[in-house]
């Protein structure tokens, strides 16, 4: 009976209606609150909680918390997520979404099983991402090393890997470093760096291990697809490998504009550019210097992110 009110309009069926009420609502409640309720009877459910979600004014009354766990089953709640789950009616960040949630997860080690619902051993230095992010699970460090995000139902909403948000999630799970007095960001994931390298985003070095540094001015591009707990860790970093190579190399190719100082992150001014490049030729200089570095084949994302910038400048030049 579950499964028909999945496939079939309910309309016409007061029961598949009712089920399918019932498990829109816990999926909700286990998306915003974890599952708790899944591991101690139901406990963790409360009425206040089916209150916050029930909306079915067919229905002139709200069925319990113990109703709403005892009749909802695990594999149709996954299905709501991923299918029915409309993430604004939760108030969160709109860069909270299943796009960015796997693109981070690819840094880490993402399980899903049929039986439980998922689990990320992700690097401990994404803790200041855990910390806040607003899908509860069970969430704890493991050593000095990784931390573990199980139990974890929003790994079920659903996702594009070739969106601008997964590129987002993927570059935010680096761990910004400093090496020989400039910082980079790294990545130690394989799966990571070789989605990085499919993006053609220049790798300036390796360890021995295959870690991964890039400059921090890619993951800094993409803030604006980030929550805002990773904004200022990406936009304040000092003496960032490549911020006076790489900008204006993106300002060029893709926005026809006079430079704009921070028109894109760590964008210098028109004046320090052209000193830069010695004050003649300029603008061939760069163009040469993109062929040069293999910049001629970036992935479209990088181009939409330097478009959003380039209006959000203009935006803030028009209403200055």
Not at 206 to 232: E, K, Q
């Amino acid at each position: 009976m579950a499964k028909e009110y999945i496939l079939v309009d309910p309309t016409n069926n007061e029961r598949g209606k009712f089920l399918y009420a019932l498990h829109e609502t816990a999926a909700k409640i286990f998306l915003k609150y974890g599952i708790k309720g899944c591991r101690n009877g139901g406990k963790g459910f409360t009425d206040k909680m089916v209150r916050e979600f029930w909306t079915y004014e067919d229905y002139p009354f709200f069925p319990s918390a113990r109703n709403v766990y005892k009749y909802s089953k695990n594999k149709y709640v996954k299905w709501f997520i991923k299918n029915v789950i409309d993430l604004e009616e939760f108030g969160f960040e709109k860069e909270w979404n299943g796009s960015f949630l796997h693109g981070l997860a690819l840094t880490g080690n993402l399980k899903i099983n049929k039986h439980y619902f998922p689990k990320l051993i992700a690097p401990i230095w994404q803790k200041y991402i855990f910390d806040v992010i607003p899908f509860k699970a069970t969430f704890y460090v493991r050593n000095k090393f990784s931390l573990i995000y199980r139990y974890a139902p929003a790994f079920y909403l659903p996702h594009d890997k070739k969106s601008i948000n997964y590129l987002a999630g993927v570059l935010a799970g680096g761990n910004p470093c400093e090496i020989d007095g400039e910082s980079y960001a790294k990545y130690g994931n394989k799966k990571a760096i070789n989605y990085i390298i499919s993006c053609e985003i220049p790798i300036e070095r390796r360890d021995f291990n295959g870690t991964a540094y890039i400059s921090p001015i890619w993951p800094a591009l993409f803030v604006n697809h980030m929550p805002s707990v990773c904004r200022d860790v990406w936009l304040d970093i000092n003496n960032a490998f490549g911020r006076k190579l790489y900008p204006p190399i993106l300002w060029r190719t893709y926005s026809r504009r006079n430079f704009i100082r921070k028109g894109i992150p760590y964008l210098s001014s028109k004046r320090s550019i052209i000193y830069m490049y010695g004050g003649k030729g300029t603008i061939k200089q760069i163009k040469e210097k993109r062929i040069e570095l293999g910049l001629t084949e970036l992935d479209f994302r990088i181009r939409e992110a330097v478009k959003e910038w380039e209006a959000m400048t203009q935006n803030n030049k028009n209403t200055s």
